[in-house]
């Protein structure tokens, strides 16, 4: 059972990556907002009824299947109705507001046309309020993102100490010790290459310098003081530089020059008989229906409007804030013990109750925190004029990278905060419920 619930999330996560950029790309941003937000609106219901429906309930049961096996034919649906109402409109540089009352108002004949039309005052008062939404979280969700990888990097630097004071194990210091350098040696590696990047101007450079001294003067203070380790250090300094690196980079290959192809070998490179099985695959992908070969061309044409920036910062916002409603109720209340539980609405904790409600409502959040991270990374391109400038076109915003400097230089004040009220605790919060021999 764990297997093809494992498997149908993994499909769920993966139509969601793909669909969106799709909307976006193909029909615009206001196809792509219209998209997401149908599909916020769509989870948000499916999890309202699990959330309010009882548990051993038949009716429960079959509502909720029914629901979870319709999602893959409402999902195609939805993306092929949202292209299909929201067209591009890139010669307007007006908002919504003005669009609905000066334009739309003079064009359609009836109130009802005005109202529930296409591009009418409801469309665009759902669609333009989705937009502000995302807009106005980019913040948080950039902050959260801070926060929740502090929590991880501190729980991380507790379970080390715990494992190396736990029976004075010389190995496990040696091996922390290996660990926590080769993650400085590679944050050391990315950061050379940021300084290779030819968009880092004046003011960028002398950011990222007070940003790394900051990063480097704070692990020090960390190890140094005895309030940190290694372990926690490294890791504070690889996610400064993380951030660093997203503001700058695409994670595209730098380009090369086209090199001539190799001269054919006078041996095959591998035996004869792995060749032949090789050429036999070959022929029978080619004798293939022509439908699994457009599915494949399809699957391959959707992964290239995704940006690789994208899919890391999600794949990493996903660990920490899951992580996050892990480590908070150990800290809190419960031990180390929560770390195996999930979060649930029958916690006598206050934190635990919140936790378990996102919990239940987190498709929905994933929709909101994906858009969001698209909007941004369309807007940063735009405002450092890579090739999206259809995202100010169409009356996007172009803000830059701002909130990712607001969010390095909070976390790193806020840990700075903690060494400074903290002391030198052997049993940290989250270990002193372990148990030792």
């Known amino acids: 059972m764990w297997f093809f619930r494992a498997l149908s999330s993994a499909i769920f996560l993966l139509s969601i990556i793909l669909s969106i950029p799709i909307a976006f790309d193909v029909g615009g941003r206001e196809c792509g907002l219209a998209f997401s937000l149908s599909l916020f609106y769509f989870y948000f219901f499916y999890s309202t009824i699990r959330l309010a429906t009882p548990d051993h309930s038949r009716i429960r049961w079959a509502i909720v299947q029914m629901i979870g096996m319709a999602q893959w034919i409402l999902l195609p649906g939805l993306l092929i109705w949202s292209m299909n109402r929201f067209a591009v409109d890139s010669n307007s540089s007006r908002d919504w507001v003005a669009r609905t009352f000066d334009v739309k108002r003079a064009q359609n004949a009836t109130v009802r046309e005005w109202i529930f039309g296409s591009g009418g005052l409801l469309e665009m008062l759902t669609v333009g309020t989705w937009d502000k939404l995302l807009r106005y979280s980019t913040p948080f969700f950039q902050l959260a993102e801070g926060f929740c990888s502090l929590l991880v990097i501190q729980a991380a630097g507790q379970i080390t100490r715990w494992l190396v004071n736990r029976g004075r194990s010389d190995t496990w210091m040696i091996g922390l010790l290996v660990l926590s350098a080769s993650i400085i ?238 002391k030198e605790d052997v049993d940290g919060s989250l270990t002193g419920h372990w148990k030792t021999d």
Request: hydrophobic share 45%.
């Open 185 to 422: 040696s590679s944050s050391v590696y990315f950061l050379w290459r940021i300084t290779k990047f030819p968009e880092i101007g004046n003011v960028d450079a002398t950011l990222i310098g007070v940003t790394i001294t900051c990063a480097v003067f704070l692990c020090a203070w960390g190890i140094g003081s005895g309030r940190g380790n290694p372990v926690e250090s490294s890791l504070l300094f690889a996610y400064v530089v993380l951030c660093i690196y997203q503001i700058f980079t695409d994670y595209m290959p730098s380009a090369s020059e086209p090199t001539p192809p190799p001269a054919q070998p006078d041996f095959p490179p591998l035996p004869p008989i792995i060749m032949a099985s090789y050429s036999t695959l070959v022929y029978v992908l080619s004798t293939l229906p022509s439908a699994v070969h457009s599915g494949f061309t399809f699957l391959y044409a959707a992964f290239q409007t995704i940006t690789p920036s994208v899919i890391i910062s999600l794949a990493y916002r996903i660990f920490v804030f899951y992580a996050a409603t892990r480590i908070i109720p150990a800290v809190r209340e419960s031990g180390a013990r929560a770390l195996s539980q999930e979060p649930s609405l029958d916690d006598s904790d206050g934190a635990g109750k919140i936790l378990g409600l996102l919990s239940w409502f987190s498709p929905s959040i994933l929709v909101a925190v994906y858009t969001s991270l698209l909007m941004q990374h369309f807007s940063t391109t735009s405002a450092e004029g890579n090739g999206s400038e259809w995202w100010t076109m169409q009356g996007g915003d172009a803000g830059g990278n701002i909130w990712r400097w607001v969010n390095v230089a909070a976390t790193m004040a806020l840990y700075a905060l903690e060494l400074y009220l903290g």
